[in-house]
């Protein structure tokens, strides 16, 4: 299974970018809806506020103004022409407007659940008005309720039986709950509503095709930040990964990548083509001294053996190769421990710690097993990856 971190830097940014992108959406969504469901919720209020307020006001100029004329004209009762007014206001809209009261005249006026719960609200607790979202079925209301207080005027009407005009007489009897009224009690209340699926018709907002446009603006921003991450970070990158993978390939030091730039990825770049660059210096450097080498060994008196930890021959020059009785080719690859009769040098190769030079009698045992006694002298050097060790074996007189 491939883990997240093996992922190219093409797929972490584009995975992370996503997630982020998500992230914002979510985040700008639930900013988004909350803003327009708080400007939804002021623009209804506001707006019920204004319709109960002028329908509050005009019944209140009624009552106050007009005195006999209901009389002979029930259309000029101060309700009456209140409601007149509100579907007069309202009939461009989709707020739905009337008079309700816990006591009232006109069935019509009757409360229902909520606006009771309002209404008796109001008279325990007086506010100025009361409003909220309320759930009935699968529709969701926005309500709006303000309270109307009795005034003198409106006592004419609503005060006691024997106050009240003959025309209210006739149509409500004593012990009406209609009467007894007192001024500053809460007479009844304007209601106000509207579905909130009408309340967001009527201000054109639209919240997914508000979100739609900022994931667009989003993706857009991701594209093109990929686009330039992608040719300004991603593919120099992948050149010079490949340039790498090729040098350990091949060994060859002396192709360079182009720097078009002096930025941070040009820098890299500068600093690969210089570190080629040393590598090829020291590359050649290191196969003249491995030429000196070989060449000192070729004209030594002893046999000389390099070899490695594991006893792995690397290198052997001509005298070597006449003590063991093998060629060269047949050498590179042995292990010198196979043609020592005494197992000691093994063991001090390997013992921790730092090896240290020494010289030893050992018994070589050639290919067409004739022993022979030399003097070994062998020391350490450091190699990049692990110790190279050289042996010199010096044949006894008369050995």
């Known amino acids: 299974m491939t883990r997240p971190a093996d992922f190219s830097i093409r797929t972490k940014f584009f995975g992370l970018m996503s997630l982020l992108l998500i992230a914002l959406l979510l985040a700008s969504g639930i900013f988004l809806y909350q803003r327009q469901k708080d400007f939804v919720l002021r623009f209804a209020v506001d707006n019920a506020r204004s319709f109960a307020t002028q329908l509050i006001e005009t019944r209140e100029y009624m009552s106050s103004a007009v005195k006999n004329e209901p009389e002979t004209n029930y259309s000029l009762v101060p309700q009456v022409v209140a409601t007149q007014v509100a579907k007069r206001v309202t009939q461009n809209s989709k707020f739905y407007v009337r008079q309700v009261s816990l006591r009232y005249r006109n069935p019509e006026n009757r409360p229902d659940a909520y606006e009771t719960a309002q209404l008796q609200k109001f008279i325990t607790n007086p506010t100025s008005e009361s409003y909220d979202i309320v759930q009935s079925g699968d529709t969701s209301f926005f309500r709006y309720l303000q309270p109307m207080r009795a005034t003198p005027s409106c006592l004419g009407c609503h005060g006691s039986y024997q106050s009240a005009p003959d025309f209210v007489k006739k149509r409500f009897p004593p012990g009406h709950f209609s009467y007894n009224y007192r001024v500053g009690e809460v007479i009844g209340a304007v209601s106000v509503s509207i579905p909130v699926k009408d309340l967001y018709a009527q201000l054109g907002a639209n919240f997914k095709l508000d979100l739609l446009a900022r994931a667009l603006v989003y993706l857009i921003v991701t594209v093109v930040m990929g686009v330039i991450m992608n040719r300004q970070i991603i593919r120099p990158v992948k050149v010079l990964s490949d340039r790498i993978i090729d040098v350990t390939r091949t060994g060859d030091f002396h192709e360079k990548l182009p720097q078009k730039s002096r930025d941070e990825i040009g820098m890299l770049i500068a600093a690969f083509n210089d570190m080629m660059e040393e590598l090829s210096h020291r590359t050649v450097q290191s196969r003249e001294a491995d030429e000196r080498y070989r060449r000192f060994i070729e004209v030594a008196a002893s ?42 040098l093994r063991e001090r190769i390997e013992r921790p710690g730092e090896f240290k030079e020494e010289t030893t009698r050992q018994t070589v045992r050639g290919a067409s097993g004739r022993a022979t006694v030399v003097e070994m002298v062998v020391s350490a050097s450091k190699a990049d990856r692990e110790p190279l060790f050289t042996a010199i074996l010096r044949q006894r007189n008369g050995g």
């Open 303 to 344: 046999a000389v053996v390099t070899f490695l930890k594991d006893g792995k021959i690397v290198i052997v020059n001509e005298k070597a190769e006449a003590l063991f009785g093998r060629n060269r080719q047949q050498l590179l690859g042995e292990s010198i421990f196979d043609f020592l009769e005494n197992g000691g």
